[in-house]
């Protein structure tokens, strides 16, 4: 059985930072690119990063320079260290897992999602 689970959210101020963490099981972890998404109340969910099993990454305009994507095979981890953070990274963010080698915004194309942690920033 796959799972995914995501921590390391909370509530912080304009400006701090918070890195959250997804641990997967039940898969071979380095075989996945993984991706972190995120849904604010009222919208879609949507791309922030994304990872390859290389380590490639690439990042949602909105979040490049202050994001940033990681992984540990060893841990069947991976990491988004969220800086800068600003009241419109608010969001339940979410981790996910692609299992077609594709390096992919596209919520449709990730097989496995974990269940969310709310990120909340106050100004």
């Known amino acids: 059985q796959v799972q995914l689970v995501e921590s390391g959210g909370g509530s912080v101020q304009a400006g701090g930072s918070l890195r959250l963490s997804c641990v997967a099981s039940?898969?071979?972890?380095?075989?996945?690119?993984m991706g972190w998404f995120r849904q604010a109340p009222g919208k879609e969910r949507e791309f922030v990063a994304h990872?390859?099993?290389?380590?490639?990454?690439d990042y949602a305009a909105s979040v490049k320079g202050r994001f940033t994507i990681s992984r540990d095979n060893a841990k069947k981890t991976t990491y988004l260290q969220m800086n800068s953070l600003q009241p419109e990274d608010t969001a339940v963010y979410y981790c996910?897992?692609?299992?077609?080698?594709?390096?992919?915004?596209?919520?449709?194309?990730?097989?496995?999602w974990g269940q969310g942690t709310q990120v909340t920033v106050s100004s």
């Open positions: 996910a897992a692609d299992g077609n080698a594709i390096l992919t915004t596209r919520v449709p194309d990730y097989d496995y």
């Open positions: 039940g898969v071979q972890f380095s075989r996945y690119f």
């Open positions: 990872i390859s099993r290389t380590s490639s990454t």
